[in-house]
């Protein structure tokens, strides 16, 4: 069954770095989605993508976060200033179609620490 | 906004019993999709069930079902015959109707299940 797939699984990056998550979503999927998730608390919605644009995006994607789709296969999230804060697991996610019948399917994740 | 909410932070249940985990949500949508979401220790997301609202028949996989009670904006988790493997965080998310949008995540149940 394809898959999501995350790189790196664990990232350890210094205070005030830049951080690029990479993704590969699901070949024939159209939509693209960054969630994170803070230890111990939910997962949050950050960043929608489709149509090489973003689509929605939360209130905790500020102007430090950016995203891009540089070729047809990778899905990538920038941190350019990264804080303590930031340290996380950072879901990638894709869904197909123009229906939300279909459901998002997300890759194993990327434990970001900053230190 | 839509919130969801998972007032039980963990549970336990004997193997081969059945377990019952409770999610309501808010919305003014009148029609969305509910998922539930399975977190293992390995921390990959994974797709349990889903169940449109639009739909009043109860979604079942295998030993999974759910019990949508649209009108008290209810969403349960049944778990049938549970298995160790079943021990995981359970996240209940909930997604608007209007194309691939983010989803909403309870804070979680996390159930163990006790051989």
């Known amino acids: 069954e394809p898959e999501v797939t995350q790189t790196p699984s664990h990232q350890v990056t210094q205070m005030g770095q830049e951080v690029i998550l990479r993704c590969v979503p699901i070949?024939?999927?159209?939509?693209f989605y960054w969630y994170r998730q803070i230890l111990g608390q939910k997962v949050e919605f950050l960043v929608s993508f489709y149509n090489n644009e973003i689509s929605e995006k939360s209130e905790i994607f500020d102007d430090q976060f950016s995203v891009e789709r540089p070729d047809g296969s990778n899905f990538t999230l920038k941190i350019r200033s990264t804080k303590l804060e930031d340290s996380a697991m950072y879901f990638c996610?894709?869904?197909?179609?123009?229906?939300?019948?279909?459901?998002?399917?997300f890759g194993d994740g990327t434990r970001l620490s900053i230190l | 906004a839509q919130t969801v909410t998972q007032s039980q932070p963990e549970m336990s249940v004997q193997e081969a019993e059945t377990v019952t985990l409770s999610c309501t949500y808010d919305t003014s949508e009148n029609n969305y999709y509910l998922f539930w979401y399975k977190q293992p220790p390995s921390r990959q997301m994974i797709l349990v069930i889903r169940?449109?609202?639009?739909?009043?028949q109860n979604a079942t996989e295998n030993r999974f079902s759910v019990n949508f009670q649209k009108a008290a904006k209810s969403f349960s988790l049944k778990i049938s015959d549970s298995q160790l493997g079943d021990t995981a965080m359970y996240f209940c998310a909930f997604t608007r109707n209007s194309g691939n949008t983010p989803l909403v995540f309870g804070k979680g149940t996390r159930l163990s299940v006790i051989a």
């Open positions: 070949s024939n999927h159209l939509y």
């Open positions: 996610a894709s869904s197909g179609g123009l229906s939300s019948n279909q459901p998002q399917h």
């Open positions: 169940q449109e609202a639009y739909k009043q």
